[in-house]
């Protein structure tokens, strides 16, 4: 069993950068692809990053494109969300998940294991 705890969440202006972490324990994640997702107030979970098992491909949405970096240590067992140029609407909880595959996908059904999440809070 795989547990994930995501952290670095948090109050931030818009235009400002937050990284988010989310550290696996269990088992190594070396050979799992991993996603995060967000949950704004009043809608429902979707899609915002993935990454293969070795970081050597990774996807992400439209809304992020160009401003998130998503990418892993797996020495550390550890993936990260690099969030920069925040807008309110990035406002969400962010969960991290990780699927028994090598490769990315961007649908929740492909994903295995969930954090809880970790609040990100943008003000205008």
């Known amino acids: 069993q795989v547990r994930l705890v995501e952290s670095g969440g948090g109050l931030v202006q818009a235009g400002g950068s937050l990284r988010l972490s989310c550290a696996a324990s269990?088992?190594?994640?070396?050979?799992?692809?991993m996603g995060w997702f967000r949950q704004a107030p009043g809608k429902e979970r979707e899609f915002v990053a993935a990454?293969?098992?070795?970081?050597?491909?990774?996807l992400y949405a439209d809304s992020v494109k160009g401003r998130f970096t998503i990418s892993r240590d797996n020495a550390k067992n550890t993936v990260y969300l690099q969030m920069n140029s925040l807008k309110p609407e990035d406002t969400a909880v962010y969960y991290c998940?990780?699927?028994?595959?090598?490769?990315?996908?961007?649908?929740?059904?492909?994903?295995?294991?969930w954090g809880q999440g970790t609040q990100v809070t943008v003000s205008s």
């Open positions: 269990g088992r190594t994640i070396s050979s799992y692809a």
């Open positions: 990454i293969s098992w070795s970081g050597g491909s990774t």
């Open positions: 998940a990780g699927r028994s595959d090598t490769w990315v996908a961007r649908t929740q059904r492909a994903y295995d294991y």
